[in-house]
């Protein structure tokens, strides 16, 4: 695969999606780049902004399979990663998998479990594998987890801990959409459903070359220190009581990386940077008791360390 090709089957799966998500081409084209950048998608907002939608719509549009996992106080963690059970049939124990066994895992209202089901959620996310009763079973591959969550609601839900907040790649808001893409959103869903209609347009095989091909994109020695001279700003920074984890940084670059093989180049810049460092690392910081009182946002604090950074050059 080259970059062109890259570029090509990133468009598909854009434009697939968009006959399902009207107005939202930036959230859309982030949830792609997670893929190919082989992390896990934190999509956040309010209800009916088309969160649920576009995961299945991302889902759908991957050939290979894909599970929904609908989070609730009463789930269990064996409905998650599977469980052992005795097969009179054969005389033996058998594992049966559980939702977390597909390509593209959808977990919908993830904060709605219970920490100990959030928790088993965590070796699948960062080893892609599934140990029961000491056995380890691995995941499919390509591997990716789409979560969503109400930040509105707080009853009946569990606040998602910084160890498996820092599990996902990315994380998105949805926002409202422009009047505009709210009309062609009432004609397009005003009938039928558009997601049933929605077919693959890539395969397993397909992703699988992209994600290799993202991984050979260039990031040079100036764009590396810009990296680290970032985090050294947010740890030191008087608003935050936790900045960005050596996998933060290593989640910023394959993010860039992925970015750069989407716009069709073979090496990142700056620009790749910026443009997604809020959705990389805002979920991933911790704000002091002072400064969340005082109303400052993770967000806030990105911008801060963006402008405070010198943005390495040519020369440089």
């Known amino acids: ?69 609908q989070f609730t106080p009463d789930l269990l963690p064996s409905d998650v990663t599977g469980v052992t059970v005795f097969s009179r049939a054969t005389n033996t124990f058998e594992f049966r998998p559980g939702g977390i066994f597909a ?22 996310m960062e080893e892609r594998q599934v140990t029961a009763d000491a056995t380890t079973y691995v995941l499919p591959s390509p591997f990716m987890v789409i979560a969503t969550q109400n930040p509105i609601e707080h009853e009946g839900t569990y606040p998602l801990p910084e160890a498996q907040l820092d599990r996902f790649l990315m994380k998105v808001a949805m926002g409202y959409p422009v009047r505009a893409a709210e009309i062609e959103m009432l004609d397009t869903h005003g009938g039928a459903d558009p997601l049933a209609s929605v077919e693959p347009v890539v395969s397993t095989a397909d992703v699988e070359a992209m994600i290799a091909f993202a991984r050979t994109i260039h990031v040079a020695s100036s764009l590396k220190g810009y990296i680290i ?48 460092a809020r959705n990389v690392l805002g979920h991933r910081l911790v704000l002091t008791p002072e400064a969340a009182l005082a109303g400052n946002s993770a967000e806030a604090v990105i911008e801060q360390c963006l402008d405070s950074v010198p943005v390495p050059t040519t020369r440089g």
């Open 229 to 276: 001279d970032l985090a050294t700003a947010s740890r030191r920074h008087p608003a935050l009581a936790l900045g960005m984890s050596p996998r933060a940084c290593l989640s910023l670059q394959r993010v860039t990386r992925a970015r750069a093989a989407a716009i069709g180049r073979e090496y990142v810049v700056p620009d790749d940077i910026k443009a997604v």
């Open 103 to 124: 390509n593209i895992v959808l977990g919908d209202e993830i904060n709605r479990a219970s920490p100990k089901t959030q928790a088993a959620m965590l070796e699948a």
């Open 1 to 69: 695969m080259d970059a062109a090709l890259f570029a090509e089957s990133f468009g598909r799966i854009v434009d697939n999606v968009e006959q399902i998500i009207q107005g939202k081409a930036e959230a859309i084209r982030l949830g792609i780049i997670c893929l190919v950048a082989e992390g896990h998608l934190l999509i956040e907002d309010v209800p009916g902004v088309g969160k649920t939608s576009l995961a299945k719509a991302l889902a759908a549009s991957l050939g290979g399979k894909w599970n929904r996992i």
